[in-house]
């Protein structure tokens, strides 16, 4: 089964707005941290938010911001103020830390698009 | 050197050929991972290593081999490459393995084996 599900392959957004990317996630542990990343078009991978599992306060960092909802296992980012320089490949990840070991999944990944 | 190099940038491979990917970090991070990056699969974990002198297999460890000497460098063989291996590798390190630790990425390796 997938651990991390992101069921949106692309997304559009007009500059300026708010999105939302979606990220679901499978795991029986109960401390476990989600992260994501963006990848741009050149390729590298830049860290931008992370959540722990017993947070209780939804993570944020600038213009990001994750929607962290434990009982759905949702960890959605949500991108204020959308800017050009957003359009990326965006990953959510999970680490499990009882029984994952050092291993981070990432989910395929959801292509934004930010429209001027 | 700051952060993490990986070379080559790419490379073309005739299959059956033996390969190796090199990555080094200047951080001294304890932890560091090969990923390797396929269209609609995201990143996946091909090996890793905690500390100097360990290495762990990922969730697609099969095909390739590391080694760590020393905390550095990571490098990534593929001892005979087949053309399924064509992918985009990336080379992470983190502070330490495990808990929250970001890991922090090299620019990749465009891989093609004919």
């Known amino acids: 089964a997938q651990k991390i599900t992101q069921t949106q392959p692309g997304m559009f957004v007009q500059e300026k707005e708010a999105v939302t990317l979606d990220c679901t996630y499978d795991?029986?542990?109960?401390?476990?941290?989600l992260f994501w990343y963006k990848q741009p078009s050149s390729g590298e991978m830049i860290f931008l938010i992370y959540?722990?599992?017993?947070?209780?306060q939804n993570a944020t960092e600038g213009r990001y911001s994750l929607n962290f909802q434990k009982a759905r296992k949702s960890a959605n980012l949500v991108i204020s103020a959308s800017q050009l320089g957003d359009s990326a490949m965006y990953f959510c990840?999970?680490?499990?830390?009882?029984?994952?070991?050092?291993?981070?999944?990432f989910g395929a990944g959801t292509r934004l698009f930010v429209k001027a | 050197i700051a952060g993490i190099t990986q070379a080559p940038t790419s490379q073309i491979l005739a299959a059956g050929r033996r390969m190796t990917l090199r990555c080094t970090q200047d951080?001294?991070?304890?932890?560091m991972y090969w990923y390797r990056q396929d269209l609609g699969l995201g990143l996946r974990l091909i090996h890793y290593?905690?500390?100097?002198?360990?290495?762990g297999k990922g969730e697609v460890p099969d095909g390739y081999s590391v080694s760590r000497a020393n905390t550095d460098d990571f490098p990534l063989t593929l001892a005979s490459a087949v053309p399924s291996q064509t992918s985009v590798y990336f080379c992470?390190?983190?502070?330490?393995?495990?808990?929250?630790?970001?890991?922090?990425f090299g620019p990749g390796t465009r891989l093609t084996v004919l």
């Open positions: 992470a390190s983190s502070v330490i393995a495990g808990g929250y630790n970001e890991q922090f």
């Open positions: 795991t029986s542990d109960q401390s476990y941290g």
């Open positions: 959540q722990g599992s017993y947070d209780e």
């Open positions: 990840a999970m680490r499990e830390f009882n029984t994952g070991g050092f291993k981070t999944i």
């Open positions: 951080m001294r991070h304890n932890a």
């Open positions: 290593s905690n500390t100097a002198g360990t290495t």
